[in-house]
Each structure stands twice: as structure tokens, then as C-alpha cells.
């Protein structure tokens, strides 16, 4: 366990995980309201639980909020760019990140076991944070509505260092078995 804090310390998750959820947090109102101008009326964004599984509810309240207070007009030239400016970076900073854990272009088959530790950690997160929400929800009363947009810059960060987190936990999986293998080969 010392080496793998050792390694994820090397790697700097914690610095690329600030950096994708700075990112992703310019990133999150564009796309959350290019989503519902989108597809307004859509059952599927109420109907499924979906949401209720990526999203906490604090989350999902904000989206709504902002949904109500911003009239539907049509999407315009500089909200696009924006929106598409903001995840580029968002993009690109998870990308920046993986490709610094790994260090070599890696296979779909390669990431598997990252991928499905990122996602049951993704749903956990989401978990505990709605739980963390209603237990401590006092903050509303302290900071007022920034309080849910600090929230929400917590929450963004958490799932960073989930994706960062599996990453590093895949490549040391891949260094052992490849390790192993060549092992096996030589003796």
C-alpha cells in the first residue's frame, strides 16, 4: 500500500485531479443546460435512474434550479463555443493525466479493469456524497448558494481522483501480470 501511495504521489493525481475538476466545473453548467435546451421534453432525463446514480441530489437540484431560472431560447454561437472550449479542457486535462499514469498508449482491453473500478467508485462517491450532504447540511446557511457550487467543485474533484486513482491501480495490475507472464516465460 506505501508503494501505491508512493506511485500515485509520483504521478501527481492529486494536482491532475484540481486540474480536470477546475476544468470540468466551467464545463458542468454549459453542458448541463445545452443538454436540457437539447433535448427539452425528453422523458428519459426524469424517467431513468440514471441521474440518480451519477448525479447526487444536490447536483440534480442545482441543474433543475438553473433549468427553471434560465428561459429556453435557442443555442447560440458563443454558448457553443464556450461549452465546447470548456470540456476540450476537461477532456484534455483527463487525457494529459492518464497518458501521465501510463506513460505509453494503452489498449481498450488494457483499461477494463479501471474502468469498472472507476464506475462502482463513481456510484460509491455518489453515495456518500448525498449522504454527506444530508448529514452536514448546514452549509447552505453558511455559504448560501456558493455553498452548492463548492459542493459541486468537491464532488467534481472526488470523481477525478476516482478516475486517476483507477488508473494507477490498472497500470500497477498490468506491470504485475506482464511481470508475471514474463516470469512464467523464462522459467
Known amino acids: 500500500m506505501r508503494i501505491f501511495i508512493e506511485r500515485c504521489r509520483e504521478d501527481d493525481i492529486w494536482g491532475m485531479a484540481a486540474k480536470c475538476s477546475y476544468y470540468m466545473l466551467f464545463s458542468f453548467f454549459p ?4 443538454t436540457l435546451s437539447v433535448f427539452a ?6 424517467d431513468t435512474n440514471v441521474l440518480e446514480l451519477t ?3 444536490f447536483v440534480r437540484e442545482m441543474i433543475n434550479d438553473v433549468s427553471v ?8 454561437v458563443i454558448s457553443l463555443v464556450l461549452l465546447a472550449w470548456s470540456v476540450y479542457k476537461s477532456i484534455r486535462a483527463l487525457r494529459a493525466g492518464t497518458r501521465k499514469i501510463y506513460q505509453r498508449k494503452i489498449s481498450g482491453r488494457e483499461v ?3 474502468c469498472i473500478i472507476t464506475a462502482f467508485g463513481w456510484v ?4 456518500g456524497f448525498e449522504l454527506y450532504m444530508k448529514l452536514f447540511n448546514n452549509y447552505s446557511a453558511l455559504y448560501g448558494q456558493i455553498g452548492l457550487v463548492l459542493g459541486l467543485a468537491l464532488w467534481l474533484y472526488v470523481i477525478a481522483l476516482i478516475v486517476f486513482i483507477s488508473s494507477e491501480v490498472n497500470k500497477n495490475f498490468q ?6 507472464q514474463k516470469h512464467d516465460i523464462l522459467s
Open 31 to 34: 453542458l448541463a443546460l445545452f
Open 41 to 46: 421534453g425528453a422523458d428519459f432525463l426524469t
Open 55 to 57: 448525479l447526487p441530489q
Open 69 to 76: 431560472a434560465v428561459p429556453q431560447r435557442e443555442i447560440t
Open 112 to 114: 477494463f479493469l479501471g
Open 124 to 127: 460509491l462517491a455518489t453515495w
Open 175 to 180: 506491470k504485475s501480470l506482464h511481470s508475471k
